[in-house]
């Protein structure tokens, strides 16, 4: 539909906008095309910083396979610390922050979009 359209279409180029933001818990936008890959219906490409592989989403549900130790219950899951909790939830706010002072709201904020890097640092 064309709302939907019109929804992608803005959602693209709020994406785009964070390209001239730099903040150490917001991922970066490297660069950006209006080009399609052939036969994908989409309004164009943007090309982020890699920050790796692992989301809070692993860390809190146990999948992150590099800090797995057995719990007793056999399900391998390392529990996150309250330390770590709170460093974490300090890096996803101050993320926030810095996106809400420049006019950007992230609109879908869980877990799975949360990434950690390898200096345990959310993005």
């Known amino acids: 539909s064309s709302k939907n359209s019109l929804a992608s279409r803005q959602s693209f180029w709020a994406e785009l906008n ?7 818990n917001v991922v970066r936008v490297i660069a950006a ?3 399609s890959p052939a036969g994908q219906d989409s309004l164009g490409t943007i090309i982020m910083e890699y920050v790796g592989n692992s989301t809070l989403h692993h860390v809190i549900y146990g999948t992150n396979w590099g800090k797995r130790k057995d719990d007793g219950f056999g399900c391998g899951q390392e529990s996150l610390s309250l330390a ?3 460093r974490y939830s300090c890096d996803i706010v101050a ?29």
């Open 18 to 24: 964070v390209a001239r933001l730099d903040h150490q």
């Open 33 to 35: 095309s209006t080009c």
């Open 84 to 86: 770590q909790s709170l």
């Open 95 to 123: 993320g926030l922050v810095f996106l809400h002072s420049h006019l950007i709201v992230h609109l879908d904020l869980k877990p799975a979009n949360i990434f950690i890097t390898e200096q345990n640092i959310c993005k």
